[in-house]
């Protein structure tokens, strides 16, 4: 089963300032995708980024992008220019192809913007 | 647009008790989820669904039933709730094509089992 790793349980960061957040996989899948979800206080769960296996080239939105090593089998989130509103749980996920396609998650890093 | 939407968004039960969760999606998507979100672990992937009629068991599937009567719907069942089972629970779905992959998510259903 392809396990997902989030070594930081929680990150912190200043306003403006930028921050990375580390994610790992595990898989003997050659092409799947991998995301990065957001859960602020309100509990929704709010797709930030999303990066298919296949593409060498790495995902950006807007001031969040990823930095994709497929062999390191690694995945971290960089979020530039943070703003408070940023303030969240982030979620790395790997969508297998078992489960009927479902997204195995790490266990999350809570991400505090300090003024 | 409504996306999926989860019923009842809280619910405080006795140890013992039943009750069933509703998940029910606008986007006409084949594939269901529902999840249970615990502290510090992140979700986990309780049932999964692939289509109207089918259920088949996640990572912690022991004391929950599920039904897909019908293609819009996920029900979620607790047949005798226990402590252990208060949780945060999550429905999700995508479609057939993995394209891209993305989850759509309802808006979450605090159970507390006192």
């Known amino acids: 089963a392809q396990t997902v790793t989030q070594s930081q349980p929680e990150m912190s960061v200043q306003e403006a300032e930028t921050v990375t957040l580390s994610c790992t996989y595990d898989?003997?899948?050659?092409?799947?995708?991998l995301f990065w979800y957001k859960q602020p206080p309100s509990r929704q769960m709010i797709l930030v980024i999303r990066q298919e296996a296949y593409k060498q080239q790495n995902a950006t939105e807007n001031r969040f992008s990823v930095n994709f090593q497929k062999a390191a089998k690694s995945f971290s989130l960089k979020i530039s220019d943070s703003q408070l509103g940023d303030a969240a749980m982030y979620f790395c996920a790997y969508r297998t192809l078992n489960s009927g396609y479902a997204l195995n998650f790490g266990k999350g890093t809570s991400l505090l913007v300090t003024p | 647009n409504a996306g999926v939407t989860q019923t009842p968004k809280f619910r405080v039960l006795k140890t013992g008790q039943s009750m069933t969760l509703l998940c029910a999606q606008d986007m006409n998507h084949e594939y269901m989820y529902w999840y249970r979100q615990d502290p510090g672990m992140g979700l986990r992937l309780i049932h999964y669904?692939?289509?109207?009629?089918?259920?088949a068991k996640g990572e912690v599937p022991d004391g929950y039933n599920v039904s897909r009567l019908k293609k819009q719907n996920f029900l979620l069942g607790l047949e005798s709730a226990a402590p252990s089972q208060t949780s945060v629970y999550f429905c999700?779905?995508?479609?057939?094509?993995?394209?891209?992959?993305?989850?759509?998510f309802g808006e979450g259903s605090r159970l507390t089992v006192l």
């Open positions: 999700a779905s995508s479609e057939v094509s993995a394209n891209t992959g993305e989850l759509f």
């Open positions: 669904s692939v289509g109207e009629g089918t259920t």
């Open positions: 898989t003997s899948e050659s092409d799947y995708y």
